[in-house]
């Protein structure tokens, strides 16, 4: 069993940065794949990012790209998604997952843990 814990939240005026990070425990972190979703009041949870398990593949949904960097470090266990020139759209709850042998990382069905989320509030 993995345990995600997100952290790094908070509110931030728009053109702000935050970083938020994805923590395992129980096992360690570094043959899972990792996305970060996000969910807003009202909508459905969707992808915003996702590392491969070696870091080389990323994917990042067309909103964020070049604002948001995944990375991730296997030593630590932990994820982070950093989140530049943010935008008050960006204003969610955002959640990180875990799974193996993912072949969609964009497809929430596929991860098998899940972090309870952290909200991101970004004010215009």
């Known amino acids: 069993q993995v345990q995600l814990v997100e952290t790094g939240g908070g509110l931030v005026q728009a053109g702000g940065s935050l970083r938020l990070s994805c923590s395992a425990s129980?096992?360690?972190?570094?043959?899972?794949?990792v996305g970060w979703f996000r969910q807003a009041p009202g909508k459905e949870r969707k992808i915003v990012a996702a590392s491969s398990v070696s870091g080389s593949d990323t994917f990042y949904t067309d909103a964020v790209k070049g604002r948001f960097t995944v990375s991730r470090d296997n030593a630590k266990t932990t994820v982070y998604l950093q989140m530049n020139s943010l935008k008050p759209e960006d204003t969610a709850v955002y959640y990180c997952?875990?799974?193996?042998?993912?072949?969609?990382?964009?497809?929430?069905?596929?991860?098998?843990?899940w972090g309870q989320g952290t909200q991101v509030t970004v004010s215009s």
């Open positions: 997952a875990a799974g193996r042998g993912l072949y969609d990382f964009t497809d929430s069905r596929e991860y098998w843990y």
């Open positions: 129980g096992r360690t972190f570094d043959d899972y794949a």
